[in-house]
């Protein structure tokens, strides 16, 4: 593939700070693509060739061209445009196989996501929405609450001056799910507020890793405790999961029921000032690194 943009994850970050010991065998950054294919190996169709895919990778896509195994490419959602599809495959593949892969996430029952305005966190909160699931979040700021508003949140709680336990138990809310990306701070309170028959899903630990944990909730209410990590998963998982994308998730975007949260696009050459602005932690959405802004683009999709 040629890469017209790569998204820009937390966990290139911790890559980078060589805090990712998963990310071992492949050593350059870059979790995600879009872009036009440009050449096929053995035993994928020739019909590839010029189309716009964006592509999962297990690193590497901070470059202007990358090899990937065929059954980890999609086609551009249409009516997307080529650029914002290169921040899609990693949030949609972490967030669909977490909450609906496992076991279907119910109209109407409620799911806790945390950190709403991330990468992660805002493709949770709309396709969950889309799903007619009741969602609420946390974010740390007033103008990230107002963006996880637009995207489908019922309730927006403010970490940095509320107790997320405390407003949920306050309204009466105990959710189904609880997508984390917090870990040992909010290990015991997330196993608190959720219902019978609950699933606690870490997929971050941003405040470490290592928690004690009392277990009378788990046994109290039935409820499960769970995690993964989409880079460490064997590829014949991660073929499923990208079907099932394209199937399931990619109809939202066409049909404008969900929508690409992109915050900025930033040259390559200014992978630097992208991982600062994410470490900043000011985004909302999806930080991009644009390959090649010349690059005609392909036809059937527009940049
Ligand atoms: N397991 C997997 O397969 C997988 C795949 C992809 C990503 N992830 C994880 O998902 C997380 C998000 O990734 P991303 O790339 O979307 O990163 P990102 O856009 O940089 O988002 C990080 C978010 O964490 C929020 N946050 C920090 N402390 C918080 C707290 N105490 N309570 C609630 N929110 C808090 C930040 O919001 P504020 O600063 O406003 O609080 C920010 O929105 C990361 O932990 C990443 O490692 C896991």
């Known amino acids: 593939m040629r890469v017209v943009a790569a998204g820009v994850n937390r966990a290139d970050l911790m890559q980078r700070a060589g805090n990712y010991p998963g ?17 096929v190996g053995d035993g994928a169709g020739d019909d590839l060739l010029g189309r716009g895919v964006c592509a999962l990778l297990p690193g590497g ?32 593949a972490t967030v669909w196989s977490n909450l609906y892969m496992p076991g279907k996430l119910e109209p109407g029952s409620w799911l806790l996501v945390h950190g709403g305005a991330s990468g992660i966190g805002a493709t949770a909160v709309q396709i969950a929405a889309a799903h007619g699931v009741r969602v609420a979040t946390t974010v740390g700021s007033p103008d990230k609450a107002g963006f996880v508003e637009g995207l489908g949140a019922e309730l927006v709680i403010d970490h ?17 799910v609880v997508l984390d990306i917090v870990g040992a701070d909010y290990l015991q309170r997330n196993l608190q507020v959720l219902g019978r028959g609950g699933r606690l899903v870490v997929i971050g630990h941003q405040s470490g890793a290592k928690a004690p944990i009392d277990l009378e ?3 109290r209410n039935n409820l499960t405790l769970t995690g993964s990590g989409l880079r460490m998963r064997p590829d014949h998982e991660k073929d499923q999961i ?14 404008g ?8 696009v930033l040259p390559l050459e200014r992978a630097a000032d992208a991982h600062r602005l994410l470490e900043q932690s000011h985004h909302r959405g999806k930080v991009l690194l644009l390959a090649d802004p010349d690059l005609p683009p392909p036809p059937g999709s527009r940049r």
């Open 61 to 92: 896509g901070y470059a202007e061209y990358v090899a990937v195994r065929a059954a980890h490419l999609a086609p551009v959602p249409a009516g997307v445009s080529i650029v914002d599809a290169g921040g899609l495959m990693e949030a949609t």
């Open 217 to 219: 909730p788990l046994l």
């Open 257 to 264: 029921a969900i929508v690409p949260t992109t915050h900025a």
């Open 160 to 176: 940095r001056r509320q107790d997320f336990a405390d407003e949920l138990r306050d309204r009466g809310i105990r959710p189904a």
């Open 242 to 255: 990208i079907a099932d994308l394209v199937q399931h998730v990619w109809p939202l975007y066409e049909s």
């Open 23 to 39: 990310a071992a065998a492949v050593a350059d950054l870059g979790l995600e693509v879009s872009g036009v294919v440009v050449s």
